[in-house]
């Protein structure tokens, strides 16, 4: 597990005189009970940023969670694939699983590197996001041969990174959209150029220009309706300090604003070069990043001693950073798109690798997340990720699965000793309080709901709490009254909660 965004705050104290904590961890100069009731509505909540919470004590603390590594989803053995595979594209359309990835391949010499063939898109499908095939869709020559599973080889084709369009006045034959690059080598003006289709096979532009000409787009640069917003919103490399992300928003998705530079909490950590930024699906008004860090600190002991040296030495002969540079994978959150709580612990580490990893390349995350069934066989469903592995080296790359508990990426946690979680004052909606969690045989979890004042809600209090033990995705929290909470529907109130070797991933209110 990665570390802390922080941890022990206050010791014992009675609850009118408990100080208060924001999310960046600075005082505020007011009562906390000034604060206007955040309208939670029935939305699930997630603790990716402190936007809910007040305050924290005893030995409680919001824990980031890395995810599992799984077996080898899809290896690059065709000619047309190669070892930089990098700007993967994974969603769930129906019952069928799309993979969208770029076919490129990379020979390193004393001279430098050179392409062994020119970049295409390629396609694979999986009815069960565990196991993939690749379709063979005979709509592009490669090396004579239409039997290949190339989906587009037009303007894009670096990092062509498409998606399903939700938005409901999408045209049927737009229905699928995507953004990629082209420059002067391409024949076209430099930019960011939109593409449309009606099946997410066939695909054509939408425009012979580019829909987005600022920034430096050398990365998996995309885009997505946002439901909650309604409207289109995109995500870019762009050069603030290093590689850095900005973003955009359009109506049409041919007409954008001038982007902007992200801002982060508590301020941005490294250069970041992908940003897999997507609305989470199951609470769409919280977005959620995976971008790749990018570290470069030469020559060191360390980096003699990361796998395979001599090849290493190889890469950077002639661009050092080629050998020298390693990445892995953060994790970030947002409520409006611009302002993110950036994790500066990672969220995948290369790992304990002897030769496929710690390259410059590796562990870049796919963008999307998708369900798939557990390797344990009476567990739920759980989140599956790909993340590249073996990339730009002289022999196959390929993508490998990573899974993570629903909701699993942060959670309120404490040990046995015990911690306690205040949130902001909330004004709810539903007839029951639904938490996923997680404790140990002997943890425990119980919820205080308190007024505006601080005071306890009768039938609400701790002494009322039923302790909660287990492990669940879905379990509604009970008190001796029973689990029952609409009389306080709609009413300021505030959620105390106490763990106990325990972890809370995240809660909603449902009818």
């Not at 799984?70 to 594209?89: F, H």
């Not at 041919?254 to 199951?282: A, D, K, Q």
């Not at 567990?379 to 196959?396: G, K, L």
């Not at 993570?404 to 029951?432: C, H, M, N, W, Y």
């Amino acid at each position: 597990m990665a570390g802390t965004m922080f941890g022990t705050m206050f010791g014992t104290m009675p609850a009118s005189s408990r100080p208060l904590l924001i999310a960046a961890g600075l005082p505020l100069a007011v009562s906390i009970y000034a604060a206007e009731p955040i309208d939670i509505r029935s939305r699930l909540e997630l603790f990716a940023d402190s936007h809910l919470i007040e305050s924290v004590q005893g030995d409680a603390r919001r824990q980031l969670h890395s995810p599992i590594p799984r077996e080898i989803s899809i290896k690059m053995d065709k000619p047309w694939e190669g070892n930089a595979v990098n700007y993967v594209t994974v969603l769930r359309d129906g019952d069928v699983y799309r993979m969208y990835y770029r076919g490129a391949d990379v020979v390193y010499s004393k001279e430098g590197y050179t392409d062994s063939h020119r970049e295409v898109t390629c396609y694979a499908e999986s009815n069960d996001g565990i196991h993939w095939t690749k379709p063979m869709l005979r709509m592009f020559d490669f090396n004579g041969s239409k039997d290949n599973n190339i989906v587009w080889d037009g303007i894009g084709h670096h990092n062509f990174t498409p998606f399903r369009d939700e938005n409901p006045a999408a045209a049927p034959t737009a229905r699928y959209k995507a953004i990629g690059y082209a420059d002067k080598k391409d024949g076209k003006p430099a930019g960011l150029y939109a593409l449309q289709s009606p099946d997410g096979i066939h695909w054509s532009l939408m425009s012979q220009e580019p829909v987005i000409t600022k920034g430096m787009f050398d990365s998996q640069n995309l885009a997505f309706w946002d439901s909650v917003r309604g409207e289109y919103r995109e995500y870019h490399r762009g050069a603030l300090k290093g590689r850095d992300i900005m973003t955009g928003t359009s109506k049409d998705f041919l007409h954008w604003t001038e982007p902007v530079f992200l801002s982060y909490s508590p301020g941005r950590v490294s250069e970041l070069y992908t940003n897999e930024i997507i609305p989470y699906y199951r609470a769409p008004h919280i977005f959620l990043g995976f971008p790749t860090r990018y570290i470069d600190k030469g020559w060191t002991k360390s980096a003699e001693a990361l796998p395979r040296p001599e090849y290493r030495r190889l890469r950077g002969a002639k661009s050092r950073r080629e050998g020298t540079a390693v990445t892995d994978g953060m994790f970030m959150a947002s409520r409006d798109g611009l302002e993110f709580t950036v994790w500066p612990e990672s969220f995948i580490r290369p790992g304990l690798r002897k030769t496929d990893m710690w390259f410059y390349g590796d562990a870049y995350q796919n963008w999307g997340l998708v369900e798939t069934k557990s390797h344990i066989e009476d567990a739920p469903d759980e989140i599956s990720m790909y993340v590249t592995e073996n990339t730009m080296q002289e022999r196959m790359a390929y993508m490998r699965r990573y899974s993570i508990r629903v909701d699993g990426f942060v959670s309120l946690t404490a040990p046995l000793s015990g911690g306690e979680v205040l949130t902001k004052p909330i004004r709810f909606k539903g007839r029951q309080l639904m938490v996923n969690y997680s404790t140990s045989a002997a943890g425990t979890i119980r919820v205080q709901i308190e007024d505006a004042s601080g005071h306890a809600m009768k039938g609400f209090s701790f002494t009322d709490s039923e302790e909660l033990y287990g492990d669940s995705l879905r379990q509604p929290m009970e008190w001796k009254g029973g689990s029952d909470v609409s009389s306080l529907a709609g009413q300021p109130v505030r959620l105390r909660i106490e763990l106990r070797d325990a972890d809370l991933y995240s809660f909603q209110f449902v009818e």
